[in-house]
């Protein structure tokens, strides 16, 4: 059987699928994988073979870098703050 796996170009959209892209070939599928140019390289370390297809999205996530050095909307920053232990307390408490 041939599979064509497509994702985004970001790891967290390769990784979770690079196991069962890998176990397919195992059985001996033929598996390729379209994403964007610049992620190709790691998908072929891992051992299956990249087409290059859709878009960079680099230029933007530098100039979103560039930008926002310092975003204030990340999880590991804005969760803590706007949950206090006690209002998280309240919310979970059964009645």
């Known amino acids: 059987m041939?599979?064509?796996?497509?994702?985004?170009?970001?790891l967290g959209h390769v990784h979770p699928m690079l196991p069962l892209?890998?176990?397919l070939q195992v059985r001996g599928h033929e598996?390729?994988?379209?994403?964007?140019?610049?992620?190709?390289?790691?998908?072929e370390q891992?051992?299956?073979?990249a087409i290059a297809a859709g878009l960079d999205?680099?230029?933007g996530v530098e100039e979103?870098?560039?930008?926002?050095p310092r975003?204030?909307?990340?999880h590991g920053r804005s969760v803590g703050r706007t949950r206090s232990s006690s209002s998280?307390?309240?919310?979970?408490h059964h009645r």
């Not at 041939?2 to 970001?10: D, W």
């Not at 891992?46 to 073979?49: L, N, Q």
Request: proline share 4%; charged share 20%.
């Open 57 to 59: 999205f680099s230029p």
């Open 2 to 10: 041939r599979v064509l796996f497509t994702s985004l170009s970001g």
């Open 88 to 92: 998280l307390a309240k919310s979970t």
């Open 46 to 49: 891992a051992g299956i073979k």
């Open 71 to 74: 975003p204030r909307h990340c």
């Open 21 to 23: 892209a890998l176990a």
């Open 31 to 43: 598996v390729r994988w379209a994403v964007a140019a610049q992620t190709c390289s790691r998908i």
């Open 64 to 68: 979103y870098r560039r930008r926002y």
